[in-house]
Nanobody, 127 residues
Framework: QVQLVESGGGLVQTGDPLRLSCAAS????????MAWFRQAPGKEREFVAA????????GYTNSVKGRFTISRDTAKNTVYLQMNSLKPEDTAVYYC????????????????????WGQGTQVTVSS
């Protein structure tokens, strides 16, 4: 049974850093794009960042570029999201997800392309 378990969320102040982790189990995702999405209260879930299987293709939504960094440890079947200079508008539930396409060269930002999802971890940034 595939499981994605996010961790690292919490309550921080504006400008603080936070590092999210997502550990996958049940199968290896070494050849699949992994991504982070988030959903703020009253809003639709949105793409945040993605990294393809090789790590050579990464992408970010404009609002987090220069502040967030996505990375992965293939041996640990884990994806990370380093979030720096956090802002109140970053407050959301953060979800990790795994692409359904094997060996995608360029990461995808489309939510519909992701097959497996974690339960989410809450990130709250106070002003």
């Amino acid at each position: 049974q595939v499981q994605l378990v996010e961790s690292g969320g919490g309550l921080v102040q504006t400008g603080d850093p936070l590092r999210l982790s997502c550990a996958a189990s049940g199968r290896t995702f070494a050849m699949y794009t992994m991504a982070w999405f988030r959903q703020a209260p009253g809003k639709e879930r949105e793409f945040v960042a993605a990294i393809n299987w090789s790590g050579h293709s990464t992408g970010y939504t404009n609002s987090v570029k220069g502040r967030f960094t996505i990375s992965r440890d293939t041996a640990k079947n884990t994806v990370y999201l380093q979030m720096n200079s956090l802002k109140p508008e970053d407050t959301a539930v953060y979800y990790c997800a795994v692409d359904h396409v094997y060996g995608r060269v360029v990461h995808t930002t489309k939510e519909s392309e992701y097959e497996y999802w974690g339960q989410g971890t809450q990130v709250t940034v106070s002003s």
